[in-house]
Antibody, heavy 122, light 107 residues
Framework: EVQLMESGGGLVQPGGSLRLSCAAS????????MGWVRQAPGKGLEWVAN????????YFVDSVKGRFTISRDNARNSLYLQMNSLRAEDTAVYFC???????????????WGQGALVTVSS | DIQMTQSPSSLSASVGDTVTITCRAS??????LAWYQQKPEKAPKSLIY???TLQSGVPSRFSGSGSGTDFTLTITGLQPEDFATYYC?????????FGGGTKVEIK
């Protein structure tokens, strides 16, 4: 059974940093693209970032470029989102998600974690 | 960026009804479209990819169609567990973009 479990959310002041982790199990983690999607309170879904199975390609939504970094440790079956220079508008539930693609092009997500809440406030 | 526009933003329906949700892309995305279902306080669940392919385990009352710029999600014979918010997403280009969502409520 595919399982994704986020951790690391919490309250942070504007300008601060936070690192989210996603522990994966139930599949060969090193085979799939992975990504992060967020959802602000009461709002819709917003794609944040994707990373290729070997970490060689990374893509970000413009609003987080230069502030957020996505990475993975295939030996630890873990995905990360390092968030720096956080703003109030980054407040959201952040979902880790598995891309159904195991080839050179990412597709869409087929499994999602339960989400981690990040609140940016003074 | 490719804009995804869903309609309606909400609808009321009864158990047993057939419901159709529309998603329009601002440019041709071929069949690179997915549909997700989200219930309150829960993670999204994948329903359909490549516009019309059901994810494993998704009931056959869900179906998707379309290509290019216009897509539909149809639920034939609405069940109580189907009341939720539905999102489309294009994955032809980066940034990946979602529609604004369609909330399906009980009439």
């Amino acid at each position: 059974e595919v399982q994704l479990m986020e951790s690391g959310g919490g309250l942070v002041q504007p300008g601060g940093s936070l690192r989210l982790s996603c522990a994966a199990s139930g599949f060969t983690f090193s085979s799939n693209w992975m990504g992060w999607v967020r959802q602000a309170p009461g709002k819709g879904l917003e794609w944040v970032a994707n990373i290729k199975h070997d970490g060689s390609e990374k893509y970000f939504v413009d609003s987080v470029k230069g502030r957020f970094t996505i990475s993975r440790d295939n030996a630890r079956n873990s995905l990360y989102l390092q968030m720096n220079s956080l703003r109030a508008e980054d407040t959201a539930v952040y979902f880790c998600a598995r891309d159904l693609s195991t080839d050179n092009w990412s597709h869409c997500f087929d499994y999602w974690g339960q989400g981690a809440l990040v609140t940016v406030s003074s | 960026d490719i804009q995804m526009t869903q309609s309606p933003s909400s609808l009321s329906a009864s158990v047993g009804d057939t419901v159709t949700i529309t998603c329009r892309a601002s440019q041709d995305i071929s069949s690179w479209l997915a549909w997700y279902q989200q219930k309150p306080e829960k993670a999204p669940k994948s329903l359909i990819y490549f516009a019309s392919t059901l994810q494993s385990g998704v009931p056959s009352r869900f179906s998707g169609s379309g290509s290019g710029t216009d897509f539909t999600l149809t639920i034939t014979g609405l069940q109580p567990e189907d009341f939720a918010t539905y999102y489309c997403q294009q994955y032809k280009n980066y940034p990946r973009t979602f529609g604004g969502g369609t909330k399906v409520e009980i009439k």
